[in-house]
Nanobody, 124 residues
Framework: QVQLVESGGGLVEAGGSLTLSCAAS????????MGWFRQAPGKEREFVAA????????YYADSVRGRFTISRDNAKNTVYLQMNSLKPEDAAVYYC?????????????????WGQGTQVTVSS
């Protein structure tokens, strides 16, 4: 079965950086676009970034564009989220997910498989 395992979360001071990883197994990785979403307490899950199957197209939420970078290594079945200049409002549980879609990658409805999430805490 498809398994997605996120790692790399933790506590960081505002202005700091973290890199999240998501290792996928049980699937043909290059068949999928990959996305990162986040969910803060009391809020809905929101889109952060997405990348198409070969890394040729990347999409970002306005709130993270210019600070976060999504990438993937298809040889390792892994997608990454490099997060720089972190702000307290970036604190959330971050999830990776797979999508068969090539468009509309900002919607949670278009993702089939989800990881368990990794916590990111940003101190002010």
């Amino acid at each position: 079965q498809v398994q997605l395992v996120e790692s790399g979360g933790g506590l960081v001071e505002a202005g700091g950086s973290l890199t999240l990883s998501c290792a996928a197994s049980g699937l043909t990785f290059t068949n999928y676009a990959m996305g990162w979403f986040r969910q803060a307490p009391g809020k809905e899950r929101e889109f952060v970034a997405a990348i198409n199957w070969n890394g040729g197209a990347k999409y970002y939420a306005d709130s993270v564009r210019g600070r976060f970078t999504i990438s993937r290594d298809n040889a390792k079945n892994t997608v990454y989220l490099q997060m720089n200049s972190l702000k307290p409002e970036d604190a959330a549980v971050y999830y990776c997910a797979t999508s068969y879609y090539t468009r509309q990658l900002t919607s949670t409805d278009n993702y089939a498989n989800w990881g368990q999430g990794t916590q990111v805490t940003v101190s002010s």
